[in-house]
């Protein structure tokens, strides 16, 4: 976004524009609502959320989680979650700038005292709060019925190795909704990029099958050629934020409930590897509206 | 009103090309406070370029840009040729969130709706308006702020008569209040009437600045039409193409 900051001024106090504009935090704060607006009126959310709230508890039901508590839930939903989230977090956020610079809103807001990063932070945190809705409450919903016919379970699970417990299921839960806040960011970063709404789509594509199979592959190439060699893996797995989060919740949620066994990933690396994902993302479509 | 401190923003020798393809050549151009000053000219002589370059959404490729008006949260109000809004939104919302972007209230972006005759539509959902009402919101955007400046491309393209009147006629008011309004159209007959000065662009360059009475006897004509046409290089019919047709 160009800004007519550009201008040379030569401004010389006169009756006018006695005003000041408003501060950083209350600009983020009102393209924030703004966008939290946009996202809770679109009658398509609420279904969104619903059948999404459907997919979720049927998975979980039909592969046997409820059942078996917390933990066998989180197991059921993993994969699929691999898949979901990503969909989500797309469909949320690919067309977030994209459409504002469609309609020449973006150019109208060029002479505005709003900066790039304020609209980029504005418009992430309000399509954020429809992202994490979108996760949480399906999630939430899931844990009753495992409450209601679960296995055993244990509240103090931080003491003890081998129990299942709700706070393991909140864990899988943040961290679902922090990979989710990473894909949105990425969706962000490629609706800035893009210059169509048919490129966004098709770019949007590109970068969730990238980020599904192709890092992946990468690596698991790169094993197999020696590239990656057998004590790096479990760090390189934080390069893909898919694998990263896997990595997160096998070893946050899942592993710690068994005594022993390999380690599955490094944790640190993941949070760290998500965290640089998200960061990059937001600081690419900061970067493209600054144009 | 023709006082060197009226002037609010100044543009001198700005150039602005595409690669190969100049499309304003040298231009200079200086809007003053409380005048209308109409852009005409033929398609493709460069006025929306000047327009951009003007609110500074496009970078001179030489030249430059001087806004000397008041200190202002927002010195420049802008209008596109085509506005567009995000849908689902009621009109009043749309315009409180321009407003609060300059520390507005939603009370000031209904008197602005006001301004436009457009207060009985506040609560309606925008893509619910027509082109015209569309347009109205548009220009009521680009006085939120009292910004000094107010540059609008094309507002009345596609209306109706009446509407048309309308829209030149709160561009006068817009003047009347201290704002310099630069408005580009091709309704030569309402900017004969309402504009106090027509600039001329032909080719990227100012071929015609003046008053509209000043410009037909200078050129001997009873109408900024036939001034219009005694100026353009283009043939009836025809649209010079720059960095095309020779």
Request: hydrophobic share 50%.
């Amino acid at each position: 976004m160009s800004n007519p900051e550009q201008i040379a001024r030569q401004g010389h106090a006169t009756d006018h524009g006695e005003r000041l504009p408003p501060d950083a935090l209350t600009l983020v704060r009102t393209v924030l609502v703004r966008e939290i607006k946009t996202v809770l009126l679109q009658p398509a959310f609420a279904a969104l959320v619903a059948v999404v709230t459907v997919i979720v508890l049927g998975l979980a039901w039909s592969g046997g989680g409820v059942i078996g508590g917390y933990v066998p839930t989180i197991v059921d939903l993993l994969t699929p979650l691999e898949v979901l989230v990503p969909l989500l977090a797309v469909a949320l956020g690919y067309r977030a700038v994209r459409n504002d610079e469609r309609r020449g809103e973006l150019e109208i807001l060029a002479t505005y005292p709003v900066t790039a990063w304020q609209l980029v932070a504005g418009i992430y945190l309000g399509r954020a709060f429809g992202v994490v809705l979108a996760v949480t409450v399906p999630l939430l919903i899931v844990m009753v019925p495992v409450a209601i016919v679960g296995g055993v379970t244990s509240l103090v699970y931080a003491t003890h190795s081998g129990a299942d417990s709700p706070w393991l299921f909140l864990r899988f839960v943040v961290l679902t909704v922090l990979f989710a806040l990473v894909l949105l960011a990425v969706a962000m970063a490629v609706s800035a990029l893009v210059s169509t709404t048919r490129t966004a789509v098709a770019a949007a594509t590109v970068t969730l099958v990238v980020l599904l199979f192709g890092l992946d592959l990468a690596i698991a190439y790169g094993f197999a050629s020696g590239f990656v060699g057998e004590s790096g893996l479990i760090r390189s797995l934080a390069i893909s934020p898919l694998s990263a989060y896997r990595g997160l919740v096998l070893e946050t949620a899942v592993a710690v409930t068994s005594v022993g066994g390999p380690q599955t990933a490094s944790p640190l690396a993941s949070l760290a590897g998500l965290l640089l994902w998200g960061a990059g993302s937001l600081a690419i479509a900061t970067r493209a509206l600054g144009r | 009103m023709t006082s060197e401190q009226s002037v609010v923003l100044e543009a001198s020798d700005v150039v602005r090309s595409y690669g190969a393809v100049t499309v304003l050549e040298g231009l200079s151009l200086a809007l003053r406070r409380g005048t209308v000053t109409a852009l005409i000219g033929p398609n493709g002589s460069g006025k929306t370029t000047l327009i951009r370059t003007l609110v500074g959404l496009d970078e001179p490729t030489e030249g430059e840009l001087t806004y000397c008006g008041p200190d202002a949260v927002r010195p420049i109000g802008y209008l596109p040729q085509q506005p567009s809004f995000r849908p689902g939104q009621r009109v009043r919302d749309t315009l409180a969130f321009y407003a609060s972007l300059v520390g507005e209230t939603e009370a000031d972006a209904v008197a602005q709706l006001e301004r436009v005759g457009l207060a009985d539509a506040a609560d309606r959902e925008i893509d619910a308006l027509s082109g015209g009402m569309t347009r109205l919101v548009g220009v009521a955007q680009a006085t939120i702020g009292s910004p000094p400046v107010v540059i609008l491309d094309e507002p009345a393209s596609g209306l109706d008569p009446s509407m048309r009147v309308h829209i030149f006629d709160v561009i006068r008011a817009l003047a009347a209040d201290g704002a310099a309004v630069l408005v580009s159209s091709h309704d030569l007959a309402l900017v004969e009437r309402s504009a106090d000065r027509v600039v001329l662009l032909d080719e990227g360059a100012i071929v015609r600045d003046g008053a509209p009475d000043a410009l037909c006897a200078a050129l001997g004509v009873g109408s900024l039409l036939e001034a219009f046409e005694s100026s353009i290089a283009a043939e009836a019919g025809t649209v010079r193409v720059q960095g095309e047709t020779g």
